[in-house]
């Protein structure tokens, strides 16, 4: 979501005339995206703010705009803390990027506008977009969440959900096709309650129909979403990614933890059980289905035998991958009062190495199994490690890196046949080219500071 909007705030920028650049020390604008989903995030941003005070010492000219979620959770501290920020605003008012900016260059005075809510009736997906890829799309189908997890600070930057019309979406997808974009992932923080708050009373749409109308978009290829909640994932939209060609084998569905006592600490509002009973239907649909989790160690007041469920449903999720976070107190959430109960750094240390080597261990029986299958892989460009190699992706998302196919642009399908198998990547050989994307305008990444 994060990444999304610094692609809308870049898109805006370049809308009013602003041009990309990679070399920041050149930059005249410097708008810096943050989140504050974990700690870790926070403290580096406080670094990179260090870092832009001596460039802009060396050019006063510059403006500097913090933006996203840090922004709206810090921002009296941020103007404190940094005098040399000219710009403020949050989740909720990136579209007012261009005219704050301006506003501040007029007055010479910083300027913070944080709002706590959504404040305009634009889906703020229908901003302009500066797209990092040619051939795939992030599409904003629902912001917020209404949930209230005890670790979880979402809530409280993102506002209350609010899904964005079917109608809307179908037709950004259409114009993303015509556009070239053959993959798209659906995004918003729970996407199985999409629908709930349309409608009024009369039909409402269901994430599943949502689903099946995506399908249905000419030239898209590839639909992917993220994130479903283990607790909302019904039988109606397993039923409708196994019935629709265009809907990826993949699903992340966030775990969280293995013990029923702390998911209900949680709020998660599931038991293990019920979610590895999900998983099982998902794989009974789906056989060639790779599926990836979220997993929280060291959430306060969790015992060893908490962990030892949570290694257990770990064991049995035969996971492709997962995210592993150790816990982080977030301001204002349920679980930030629970000091008392915080585990020290050496227990979550200990846990998270027990946890990794499960998951490493799905991770390369799953990859294992791929040796000697045919795969249809999306090319995405040059591999990053050796740029003579290619990186593609399954439709399971797994990473790919191919010898040859020289020539071979960015956004090309191909088939391929996996020879070798590592617990992050896959490596292949291909076997014929499917499509070759037409040519595109060459697009500048984004210099991620
Ligand atoms: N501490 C650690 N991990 C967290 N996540 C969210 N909040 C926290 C927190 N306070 C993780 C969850 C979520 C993912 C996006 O980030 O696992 O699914
Ligand atoms: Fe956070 Fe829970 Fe909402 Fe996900 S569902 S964004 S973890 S509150």
């Known amino acids: 979501m994060n990444e999304h909007d610094s692609e809308r705030i870049a898109g805006l920028l370049e809308a009013d005339g602003m041009e990309h650049i990679d070399d920041i020390e050149s930059a005249d604008v410097v708008v810096m995206n943050t989140c504050c989903i974990r700690e870790n995030a926070d403290n580096r941003f406080y670094g990179h703010l260090g870092e832009l005070k001596a460039l802009k010492a060396t050019n006063p000219d510059l403006q500097i705009a913090i933006a996203g979620c840090l922004a709206q959770k810090d921002r009296d501290a941020i103007v404190d803390r940094a005098g040399h920020v000219d710009v403020v605003f949050g989740t909720h008012n990136l579209h007012r990027a261009v005219d704050l900016l301006r506003d501040a260059r007029t007055s010479g005075q910083p300027i913070v506008e944080i709002l706590e809510e959504q404040e305009h009736d634009e889906f703020p997906s229908a901003l302009p977009t500066r797209r990092e890829s040619s051939f795939a799309a992030w599409v904003t189908i629902q912001i917020g969440c209404d949930n209230n997890c005890a670790f979880c600070i979402v809530p409280q930057v993102r506002g209350k959900e609010i899904s964005r019309r079917m109608g809307d979406i179908v037709a950004e997808v259409a114009d993303l096709a015509k556009d070239g974009v053959t993959e798209i992932t659906l995004l918003g923080q729970n996407v199985n309650s999409y629908g709930r708050d349309l409608g009024a009373g009369q039909y409402s749409p269901k994430f599943a129909d949502l689903l099946r109308a995506v399908n249905d978009v000419a030239g898209i290829r590839r639909i992917r979403y993220t994130s479903p909640h283990p607790k909302d994932f019904r039988i109606a939209t397993i039923d409708a990614m196994s019935q629709c060609a265009n809907v990826c084998e ?21 038991t293990a059980d019920r979610y590895l009973e999900r998983l099982r239907a998902a794989r009974t649909a789906m056989p060639e289905l790779a599926v990836t989790t979220d997993i929280i160690v060291g959430f306060p007041g969790e015992t060893e035998a908490d962990f030892q469920q949570t290694l257990a449903v770990a064991e049995a999720g035969d996971f492709d991958g997962a995210y592993t976070f150790v816990y982080s107190s977030r301001p204002g959430t349920e679980a930030a009062a629970w000091v008392d109960e915080m585990l020290p750094a050496s227990v979550t240390g200990e846990r998270m190495e027990r946890l990794v080597s499960i998951i490493r261990a799905s991770s390369a029986r799953r ?4 040796v000697g299958s045919t795969q249809e892989l ?10 003579r190699r290619l990186t593609g992706r399954t439709r399971s998302h797994k990473v790919v890196h191919l010898d040859g196919g020289d020539g071979l642009r960015a956004g090309s399908y191909v088939q391929a046949t996996i020879t070798k198998a590592f617990s992050h990547y896959l490596e292949a050989q291909i076997d014929e080219v499917i499509s070759v994307p037409a040519a595109t305008r060459v697009r500048i990444p984004l210099t991620v500071v």
């Not at 999306?378 to 740029?387: A, H, N, Q, T, Y």
């Open 367 to 370: 990859h294992a199994a791929y």
């Open 378 to 387: 999306l090319i995405e460009g040059p591999s990053k490690r050796d740029d």
């Open 250 to 270: 993949h699903l992340h569905l966030p775990l969280q933890s293995g013990s029923d006592r702390i998911l209900a600490r949680m709020h998660r509002g599931y």
